[in-house]
């Protein structure tokens, strides 16, 4: 509970920060511009994004819906799923001949901040709990388990960002909270980059006046 409290400090802080930046202009016609003031459907969006990743050694496929809302033309909030899976083959020199097979699943939040339309930064809280198997082959042991773990995704990411429009991105992330359990960590417990490509779509698009 401290953590997730001390993470809304964080995004209230970076909000703070950029809202004394001049916001990126609104790439729509006059008509399609929001108005201030109270809340708009068609600022609604849904959406996600997808993970795969592959090295000599590893392997990883995840995807990730979202839904959430354009507070403004720089600023996007809302919530989001995590599904990923994730193996490490056995090797002697890589991981002391280790087999690991895990799936995670979790929710977040997160708060995506545009300092200008095609740029965005990311700051993402979660919770995930882990399925994990483990087989060393050096001794034919293998262990299983569930374990459950808090995390803080800082990324940075590119898309061009419309409101009331389709908008895909691409970003590219890591784990911030020191968490030795954090699915976004390698058997050897270093930090595995967190590559996402998605889209977003709006519910309604803005109504144009006649």
Same mark, same amino acid.
């Given at each position: ?6 993470l809304? /400090?964080?995004v209230?802080? &970076? ?10 202009t609104?790439?729509? $016609?006059a008509?399609?511009?929001p ?8 600022n609604?969006?849904a ?8 090295s000599?050694? $590893? ?8 839904i ?10 809302g919530?989001?799923? #995590?599904?990923n899976y994730y193996?490490e ?5 890589y991981?002391?001949n &280790?087999?690991l097979?895990?799936f #995670?699943y ?5 708060a995506?901040?545009?300092p200008?339309n ?7 809280p979660e919770q995930n709990?882990i399925?994990?198997n483990?087989?060393?082959f050096n001794?034919?042991n293998?262990?299983?388990?569930t /374990?459950?773990s ?9 898309g061009?960002?419309?409101?009331g429009?389709?908008?895909?991105f691409?970003?590219?992330?890591v784990?911030?909270?020191n968490n030795?359990h ?8 270093s930090?595995?980059p ?6 977003d779509f709006?519910f #309604? ?5 006649k």
């Amino acid at each position: 509970m401290k953590k997730i409290m001390l993470l809304g /400090l964080v995004v209230m802080c &970076v909000s703070s920060v950029f809202a004394q930046m001049k916001p990126p202009t609104y790439q729509g $016609t006059a008509e399609d511009e929001p108005a201030g003031g109270g809340f708009k459907k068609e600022n609604i969006f849904a959406g996600g994004s997808i993970a795969l990743g592959y090295s000599g050694y $590893t392997f990883s496929v995840g995807g990730n819906p979202e839904i959430g809302y354009s507070l403004n033309p720089w600023l996007d909030a809302g919530v989001v799923v #995590n599904l990923n899976y994730y193996s490490e083959r056995a090797d002697p020199y890589y991981n002391q001949n &280790v087999r690991l097979r895990q799936f #995670n699943y979790g929710a977040g939040v997160f708060a995506r901040v545009y300092p200008v339309n095609f740029l965005f930064i990311q700051i993402q809280p979660e919770q995930n709990w882990i399925h994990y198997n483990q087989k060393d082959f050096n001794y034919g042991n293998s262990i299983s388990g569930t /374990l459950n773990s808090f995390s803080l995704i800082g990324a940075i990411g590119y898309g061009q960002h419309l409101v009331g429009q389709a908008n895909s991105f691409i970003m590219v992330g890591v784990d911030l909270a020191n968490n030795a359990h954090s699915p976004y960590r390698n058997n050897n417990g270093s930090v595995v980059p967190i590559v996402r490509a998605g889209f977003d779509f709006y519910f #309604n698009k803005p109504s144009r006046k006649k």
